[in-house]
């Protein structure tokens, strides 16, 4: 049988991601990234192997980016594919698994915008565009939301009045779904242990970044909330702030309420405290070098992380493995430790050795023999996109 391959497609607001994966063995025969799309300097960088060629599209719109790519496909590229996997950030209440784009689905989707306006309407023109351009192949949503859809009532609904939620929608939903979802199954893998057996906190650091709760593979609560601006301290946003702080400081600094939002967003967490960056690595070198600033951000962050995996374990009522990942998570042996050190009240210590080594390659144990393990797992949402876009276009 000759080799089936997946187009997986991730259409942001001003990046486009693109790669062919192979689902079974996670190869990728191709991978681009557009940038600054929709601007008149949008650039598409594009490597097959370790060739890498960049172009500029003729028509930098998020559609013309999108065809750009598709007709950069050779005709043997193309005749391999089985399926093409987007990944969408919001499936509301109604999408709790992945599913195969039809025209009742498309309808559904477009009335999920309000929730996720910055995203959603870059997701929807790259499901519309791969669906003009490759008619015969089956389009498959993959949704951030859609692992939290477990959670239940008790960890999903905010104490606000009942028609807000009735008649607005306005609950918890969660991200980063497919990633707390593979790093889960991946866990339990590597710890041996049957996933239905163990209760997970896993802690996706990245830009954004999100703690779940899994227990028996499924999720049980999640620090994001009706939007990815709840919960942890991230690169850029602020995570969890006192409501109230938002007409207080709208009054002080003449802003709107979109105006603070837009603040919480693009320029708190890691930034905002720091002063000098949301790249974490920057972080850390500036800590390292007397900012103290720098030091705080981080010293903030991995607090924030470590109270949650508190929470969450009280949401589990136990706690076998905490999981890193994201580029945070995999790469931060430093962050790891910081993290770790909060944790001992859970049973959880360091293995310097171990945590100084791991992560870089495949991920592997980072904590002292124990009751409670912390362990590094790389993510891969690409992938579990491409193998849920298989098994149903199959
Ligand atoms: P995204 O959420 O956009 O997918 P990543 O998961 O790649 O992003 O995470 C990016 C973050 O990982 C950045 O803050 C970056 O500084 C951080 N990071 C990557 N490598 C390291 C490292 N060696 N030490 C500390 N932070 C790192």
């Not at 929807?124 to 939301?145: H, K, Y």
């Not at 906190?201 to 049980?220: F, I």
């Not at 109230?244 to 309420?257: K, P, W």
Request: with cysteine; hydrophobic share 40%; net charge negative.
């Amino acid at each position: 049988m000759s080799q089936e391959w997946v187009l997986v497609l991730n259409c942001g607001s001003s990046s486009v991601k693109l790669a062919l994966v192979d689902p079974d063995s996670g190869e990728r025969r191709l991978t681009a990234l557009a940038e600054r799309v929709g601007t008149s300097d949008a650039v598409v960088r594009l490597r097959r192997g370790d060739a890498e060629e960049s172009s500029a599209p003729d028509d930098s719109s998020a559609r013309g980016v999108v065809a750009h790519l598709m007709a950069a496909l050779t005709h043997a590229e193309r005749d391999g594919l089985v399926g093409v996997g987007h990944r969408v950030v919001h499936g509301g209440s109604q999408f709790s698994a992945a599913v195969v784009i039809d025209d009742a689905t498309l309808v559904d989707l477009h009335d999920l915008v309000d929730l996720a306006p910055l995203h959603m309407p870059a997701n929807l023109l790259g499901i519309e565009t791969a669906r003009a351009e490759l008619p015969d192949l089956a389009q498959v949503a993959v949704f951030d939301t859609a692992f939290h859809q477990t959670m239940p009532p008790v960890a999903y609904r905010y104490a606000v009045p009942t028609d807000w939620f009735d008649e607005h929608r306005v609950r918890r939903y969660g991200f980063h779904g497919t990633s707390h979802r593979y790093v889960s199954v991946r866990a339990a893998e590597m710890l041996e242990r049957p996933v239905e057996d163990l209760r997970l906190v896993t802690l996706h650091l990245g830009n954004g970044c999100s703690a779940a709760a899994v227990r028996g593979g499924e999720s049980v609560d999640t620090t994001m909330g009706l939007t990815p601006l709840e919960g942890l301290v991230m690169g850029t946003r602020s995570g969890d702030v006192d409501p109230g702080l938002l007409g207080y400081i709208a009054e002080r600094l003449d802003l709107d309420v979109a105006g603070v939002i837009e603040a919480l967003n693009t320029r708190s967490g890691l930034l905002g405290l720091s002063g000098v960056s949301n790249d974490m690595r920057t972080v850390c070198e500036a800590a390292d070098n007397g900012s103290e600033s720098a030091r705080l951000a981080v010293d903030v962050f991995c607090y924030r992380a470590a109270k949650s995996v508190g929470a969450l374990a009280v949401a589990l009522g136990g706690l076998d493995a905490v999981v890193f990942t994201g580029g945070i998570g995999e790469h931060s042996p430093a962050v790891r430790r910081q993290v770790l050190s909060h944790l001992s009240v859970l049973g959880l210590a360091e293995d310097p050795e171990a945590n100084a080594d791991h992560g870089r390659h495949t991920g592997g144990r980072v904590s002292a023999p124990g009751d409670v393990t912390a362990i590094v797992v790389p993510t891969d949402e690409e992938l579990l996109i491409a193998r849920d876009t298989a098994r149903l276009a199959r």
